[in-house]
């Protein structure tokens, strides 16, 4: 039996990207999967990538930053699946730009999003998942360790994201309850499209930073965090999974 089979997994940001590549990878190893993102369309496509392969899934609209939506989306899994086992608190936003450009809204949407949108996620994670705990996996970056020019608030943000991983591992280990993350390098997604224009252009700007000499793929990512979800790291908490290619010891 998989080590996830029977249970309900929440993926955040899950209409794209690494988001989207969990709730499959999810699925396939036995999870029930909510789909919850802001863009619709999307996430009834993931929806149907995962049931047209034999998964169960539902799509439910979520923003992060807005907490009644957070509740709702714990609310509707309960309602819908009577449990959740598994979190991956994935949706995250970055506005790339020069401190001396960043502008007070796009630093808020970034703190809005990236720290309060898991704040919530966990904060409402822990009374529905109920005596029998739970895993929580948040994704955060390497560039929390790594600086990275243009990405200064960006980095802030999930600076923030690994200290509360920590606090939260603490705070909740009594609860049965683990906190982990996975802290991706340069990925190969959506929105590493809409930065550099191309995937030539991301190659030239990243590669010289990583170890292996390639740019990471959603799937790859998605394989750490179903690790860190599933009962094979139950002895794992508080920890920051990098994936980035070898980017934080090169």
């Known amino acids: 039996m998989s080590q996830l089979e029977n249970k309900v997994s929440i993926v955040t940001g899950a209409n794209s990207g690494i988001g989207r590549a969990t709730a499959k990878l999810l699925a396939q190893r036995g999870s029930k999967v909510v789909v919850a993102a802001r863009r619709e369309a999307e996430g009834l496509t993931v929806v ?8 169960q899934a539902i799509f439910v609209p979520t923003d992060v930053a807005v907490e009644s939506d957070v509740q709702n989306l714990v609310q509707q899994t309960l309602a819908t699946y009577g449990q959740i086992d598994v979190a991956f608190l994935n949706s995250g936003v970055f506005r790339p730009a020069p ?30 998942f109920g005596e029998k705990g739970g895993a929580i996996v948040v994704n955060s970056s390497v560039v929390a ?12 943000t999930k600076g923030a ?17 683990r906190v982990n993350a996975v802290a991706p390098g340069p990925i190969w997604t959506e929105g590493a499209e809409a930065m550099a224009g ?14 292996l000499a390639r740019v990471g793929r959603p799937e790859e990512v998605a394989e750490a965090a179903a ?13 920051i999974l990098a994936v980035d290619g070898g980017v934080s010891v090169k």
Do not use: W
Not at 145 to 151: C, N, P, Q, R
Not at 161 to 177: F, P
Not at 198 to 211: C, G, L, R, T, Y
């Open 48 to 55: 149907k990538e995962i049931t047209d392969a034999g998964g």
């Open 145 to 156: 360790d790594v600086g990275f020019a243009g990405l200064t608030a960006y980095s802030l």
């Open 198 to 211: 191309s995937k030539d252009n991301f190659e030239q700007m990243m590669i010289p930073a990583v170890a």
């Open 161 to 177: 994201v690994n200290t509360l991983v920590r606090g939260a591992a603490v705070e909740l280990a009594g609860r049965n309850i």
């Open 99 to 128: 401190i001396t450009d960043q502008t007070a809204d796009d630093l808020g949407n970034q703190i809005d999003v990236n720290v309060k949108g898991v704040y919530y996620g966990i904060k409402h994670l822990v009374p529905a």
């Open 227 to 239: 690790f860190l979800a599933s009962d094979a790291a139950s002895y794992i908490t508080g920890q």
